[in-house]
């Protein structure tokens, strides 16, 4: 167990740098930081790993914006602030944890 808590202490890092670059103009890096940020909450257990599961989804939403090009000014990055919170509140009211970590599941990890 104690290189899950390696890993995760590397990736906190990794991802608020993540979240640095991608804030500074390269949103790219937001697809990075949503990446790490899920593996994180994974790690860090299904008390708090649920907590950190909101950041993912709100940088997803960040994400899916730049790619498409729907993030123009600051308030449309707000929004898709606020519409990723508002599905991860959704998401871990109506969803098992099994279907939320589906891909950790797979791997029997």
């Known amino acids: 167990m104690a290189i899950v808590a390696v890993l995760f202490w590397a990736l906190v890092p990794f991802t608020l740098v993540a979240i640095g670059l991608a804030v500074s103009g390269k949103p ?15 790690l860090s257990g299904f008390t708090i790993g649920f907590l950190v599961l909101s950041l993912t989804f709100v940088l997803v939403l960040l994400a899916l914006g730049h790619s498409y090009r729907l ?23 109506n969803i098992d944890d099994y279907w939320l970590f589906l891909p950790f599941t797979v791997l029997d990890f």
């Open 28 to 42: 790219r890096w937001y697809w990075w930081a949503a990446l790490s940020s899920y593996v994180c909450s994974f």
């Open 71 to 93: 993030i123009r000014a600051w308030w449309h990055s707000a929004a898709a602030a606020a519409l990723g919170v508002a599905l991860w509140w959704l998401a871990v009211l």
